[in-house]
């Protein structure tokens, strides 16, 4: 199975900065057949992402996102308060799909 | 508007079972392909398993943590998923998320629409 490392483990940032996150594939992600999620506290994943580069529905655009093969980025080039939280990477382009051990936004 | 309402999580002791539900509106039930994913305590996300659609051939799979011992069916007349989960172990508590989204044929999907989760606690 595909193995998805995600770095850093903790960001910790300020409103207004810019956040790069990085996901890192064992292998290469087919079709980049590759999702981004938010995570808040008590709350079910939220999808931002989708064919790596690709926003879902409602996602504002200062959400993007990059990369193929095995490395991909998620940005947020202003974070919003309500940005803070955890982020995971998936890929499903082959069976398993798998899942990053997430990156937590925090406030500095 | 999608809802997706999960059920029946609980206490169970090892080697116990217990059948999650998870109740779909706002979609057309019987022609979506439905996975379950689970997130134990202050962990990350792990799919589970999947169901494709009857008129898809209805068929499942499974990761390999839970295969031979959880089984994912529908209940396409009531709009209802299960997760039929049996020899429980501690490792398997987690919360449990009914989802659906955009397969891709025999590999996997994203996920557009989540359940609120339920818990699954796996202790003695």
């Known amino acids: 199975e595909i193995v998805l490392t995600q770095s850093p483990g903790t960001l910790s940032l300020s409103p207004g900065e810019r956040a790069t996150l990085s996901c890192r594939a064992s292998?290469?992600?087919?079709?980049?057949?590759l999702a981004w999620y938010q995570q808040k506290p008590g709350q079910a994943p939220r999808l931002l992402m989708y064919?790596?580069?690709s926003r879902a529905t409602g996602i504002p655009d200062r959400f993007s996102g990059s990369g193929s093969g095995t490395d991909f980025t998620l940005t947020i080039s202003r974070l919003e308060p309500e940005d803070f939280a955890v982020y995971y990477c998936?890929?499903?382009?082959?069976?398993?799909?798998?899942f990053g051990q997430g990156t937590k936004v925090e406030i500095k | 508007e999608v809802q997706l309402v999960e059920s029946g999580g609980g206490l169970v002791k090892p080697g116990g079972s217990l059948r999650l539900s998870c109740a779909a509106s706002g979609f057309t039930f019987s022609n979506a392909w439905m996975s379950w994913v689970r997130q134990a305590p202050g962990k990350g996300l792990e799919w589970v398993g999947r169901i494709k659609s009857k008129t898809d051939g209805g068929t499942t799979d499974y990761a390999a943590p839970v295969k031979g011992r959880f089984t994912i069916s529908r209940d396409d007349s009531k709009n209802t998923l299960y997760l039929q989960m049996n020899s429980l172990k501690t490792e398997d508590t987690a919360v449990y998320y009914c989802?659906?989204?955009?397969?891709?044929?025999?590999?996997?999907?994203?996920?557009?629409?989540w359940g609120q989760g339920t818990l699954v606690t796996v202790s003695s």
């Open positions: 989802s659906t989204g955009t397969y891709y044929y025999d590999a996997g999907a994203y996920y557009e629409f």
């Open positions: 064919g790596a580069s």
């Open positions: 998936q890929q499903y382009g082959s069976s398993p799909e798998t």
């Open positions: 292998q290469s992600v087919s079709s980049s057949y």
